[in-house]
């Protein structure tokens, strides 16, 4: 038996409909149809990424940064123009735009906190 790789990747947020709104609004996500009550699945290639009410026993407001020690990297086809929009937008920058070997890469904060870093390579 062998694990062939990562399949699906959920952040679990406070509010499922105003995350889903962010990824839509500032990415260009699209929902996928088929999704879940408790989530919104975006229909993203080839990995699934999806927004999603907290499991029991999760209390995000706990924590002051949700996913501290994981690295969540999403491709884009222009960085720079979406780090300009983000920006326009008043979303937190973590990291400014720097070139490396994932092309120009640079990392923002969600409505949540969590730390999505983009690159375009």
């Keep these: 038996m062998t694990v062939t ?6 952040l679990q947020v406070r509010d499922v ?5 962010f990824y839509e609004k500032h990415l ?8 879940p009550p408790h989530a919104v699945v975006f229909a993203t290639t080839p990995i699934p990424f999806a927004v999603r009410e907290p499991l ?4 995000l407001d706990a ?9 969540l990297w999403m491709k884009t ?6 780090h300009d929009a983000l920006a326009a937008a008043g979303v937190p ?3 400014p735009p720097t070139d490396g070997p994932f092309g120009r890469t640079f990392s923002f904060a969600d ?8 690159h375009d390579r």
């Design 5 to 10: 790789g990562i399949d699906f990747v959920a």
């Design 56 to 59: 029991p026993g999760v209390d």
């Design 28 to 35: 260009g996500l699209q929902r996928d149809p088929a999704a």
């Design 111 to 118: 409505p949540d906190g969590y730390v999505v870093t983009v």
């Design 77 to 82: 086809d222009d960085a720079q123009t979406l």
């Design 93 to 95: 920058i973590v990291a």
């Design 17 to 21: 409909q105003a995350a889903a709104a």
């Design 63 to 71: 924590t002051p940064r949700p996913g501290v020690g994981v690295a």
